[in-house]
């Protein structure tokens, strides 16, 4: 599919699947419907979020008086289109300066998210600083840092162990020194200690609100889209802990079925902001509801 270049389609099987029952039935009838819900469910989105696709479908067709399979495509991609985009709050914040804080699991792609965004503030000319306030393990300061040194952005760091907050103190201090554009900082994320998480992230927000309150401000949540559903459970989960105001769905390159982006986008008021299609740091991309759903058929 052209959006995304070499990369195979998010879809896979259920693109080729719901094209295969639209060609085989001609007629829109209850057998076709039945046979699209179950191909939906079937393919990482929720139950609710099936349910009120074939909800929207069905009005689809009606108001259209859509009577060939050929159009129920269209319209599949229309009521898509509409559940995964979120308007204006799809947009990242363009004003600078800007800090990014990313939270998420461990594992999920934080930092390697960090990278591919400071890539594209960097693509885009704008001058980047990172933050490594994932102090819990000396060696994700040190990968941040690395990816830093590959880029072009300069990574503050401190010992492991320390105070996060203290980080993202002197983080605010060089940016604000050197007139930096985008400030994105790495978080720890241990959601087995829900409470020290909660603390941290609190405290970080209270630094930034109190050193840099003329800075917008971003709160992006990592999310793996190969853990299906139980990317759902954690967007609940963090989304109790910390406001976010969007989503980075990781790893749509891999076994992922793309249809877990619909379900994240429906049950969340959340917008998905990025998705992560690689390890490399060119590998993030915009999201964009209306073409990802075009891409269903594609
Ligand atoms: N295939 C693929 N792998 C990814 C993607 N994003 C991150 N990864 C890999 O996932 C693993 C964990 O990523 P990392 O950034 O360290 O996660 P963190 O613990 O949340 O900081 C690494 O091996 C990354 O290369 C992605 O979009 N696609
Ligand atoms: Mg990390």
Redesign the pocket.
């Known amino acids: 599919m052209a959006l995304f270049g070499e990369k195979k389609s998010f879809f896979g099987r259920m693109s080729e699947r719901i094209t295969d029952v639209l060609m085989a039935r001609v007629k829109v009838d209850e057998e076709l419907m039945e046979e699209l819900e179950e191909i939906l469910i079937t393919s990482d989105i929720g139950m609710g979020t099936t349910m009120k696709i074939m909800e929207l479908l069905r009005k689809e067709i009606k108001d259209n008086s859509i009577s060939n399979s050929e159009d129920v495509k269209e319209a599949l991609t229309r009521v898509v289109a509409e559940i995964c985009d979120k308007g204006e709050r799809q947009k990242l914040s363009s004003e600078t300066p800007l800090v990014i804080l990313v939270v ?12 591919k965004l400071g890539h594209m503030f960097k693509s885009q000319g704008k001058t980047v600083l990172f933050a490594a306030a ?1 102090t819990f393990r000396a060696a ?1 300061a040190e ?1 941040l840092d690395m990816w830093g040194k590959r880029i072009g952005v300069n990574t503050v760091m401190h010992n492991a162990g320390a105070d996060p907050s203290a980080v993202i103190f002197d983080s605010i201090q060089s940016v604000k020194a050197k007139g930096i554009d985008v400030l994105i900082c ?1 978080t720890a ?1 241990r959601l087995q200690t829900k409470k020290n998480l909660m603390a941290e992230l609190e405290k970080m927000n209270k630094v930034i609100d109190k050193e840099f309150p003329e800075a917008k401000r971003e709160t992006l949540l ?1 999310l ?1 889209a190969t853990t299906g559903k139980n990317a759902v459970s954690q967007a609940e989960e963090f989304g109790n802990v910390t406001d976010v105001s969007g989503i980075i769905l ?5 076994s992922a079925k793309g249809g877990i982006a619909i379900t994240v986008a429906d049950e969340f008021d959340l917008p998905i902001k990025f ?5 490399k740091m060119e ?2 991309q915009v999201f964009d509801g209306m073409k990802f759903a075009g891409g269903i058929f594609q």
């Not at 998420?104 to 990278?115: C, L, M, P, Q, V």
């Not at 990781?250 to 891999?254: H, P, R, S």
């Not at 998705?275 to 390890?279: T, W």
């Open positions: 998420g699991i461990n594992g999920g792609g934080k930092t390697t998210s960090i990278a994932d994700a990968q790495d994320g990592v793996d990781t790893k749509l390159d891999g998705i992560g299609v690689g390890e590998d993030l």
